[in-house]
């Protein structure tokens, strides 16, 4: 157990549709990212938030988009959903400043699957 | 960050070491070498990290090479439990989570 919880586990959404992912970090962190991965494949990183402001982006479109809240929980919002969106969906928390290296402890993944 | 290059498969059987490889030829002097494994329906998990010098923790031991260019995981007693997908990362400092992943190696431990 990592501390950092996802929810819900598993979603089915329709094409075209919007969605809401939601990750609870570990007490303490202030440094959250967000991956996708597909079936078969690495995770990819998608942003990272840090102190709610979003702190790096890999190769995603704008309707992937992210909250950092106070309490430093996160969201990972995806509009216009696409077949190709079904994927795990991980979530990942830190402590300490994006500047430093540290470890990474990951959530157990939201599984979307688009129809 | 540096591209890494791992074997698609490997087995080990019961209680030996598994020896991961990881081949990381363009790693450049301020990037760490960085394991994770993902066991199936998990997420990943951090093992350990290095930089040049031999790293060992109550998972495994990093070895990297005087040259920096590989590397290799050391799980000394493998169990079953130890079956999982292993990534190599390389990362500079200052990349927060942000973490490249490639494919892999799938380790299966067998009786």
């Known amino acids: 157990e990592t501390g950092v919880t996802q929810s819900p586990t598993h979603l089915i959404k329709t094409r075209g549709q919007q969605v809401t992912l939601r990750c609870s970090s570990q007490s303490g962190h202030n440094t959250v990212s967000w991956y996708q991965q597909a079936l078969g494949q690495g995770p990819q990183f998608i942003f990272q938030?840090?102190?709610?402001?979003?702190?790096g982006r890999g190769n995603f479109p704008p309707r992937f988009s992210g909250l950092q809240f106070p309490n430093y929980s996160s969201e990972l919002n995806v509009n216009a959903l696409e077949l190709d969106d079904s994927a795990l969906y991980l979530c990942?928390?830190?402590?300490?400043?994006?500047?430093?290296?540290?470890?990474?402890?990951f959530g157990q993944g939201t599984r979307l699957t688009v129809v | 960050d540096a591209k890494t290059t791992q074997p698609t498969s490997m087995d080990c059987a019961e209680g030996r070491a598994a020896n991961l490889p990881c081949n990381h030829s363009t790693i450049s002097g301020n990037e760490y070498v960085y394991w994770y494994r993902q066991i199936h329906s998990q997420g990943p998990q951090y093992i350990i990290h290095?930089?040049?010098n031999n790293e060992t923790n109550e998972m495994a031991s990093l070895i990297i090479t005087e040259d920096r260019k590989s590397s290799t995981l050391i799980l000394p007693h493998a169990t079953l439990r130890d079956t999982a997908v292993y990534y190599c990362i390389v990362r500079v400092k200052g990349g927060g989570n942000k973490l490249t992943f490639g494919t892999g190696t799938q380790l299966k431990v067998e009786l």
């Open positions: 990942a928390s830190s402590w300490g400043h994006p500047g430093e290296n540290t470890e990474a402890f």
């Open positions: 290095g930089l040049k």
């Open positions: 938030y840090y102190r709610e402001e979003e702190n």
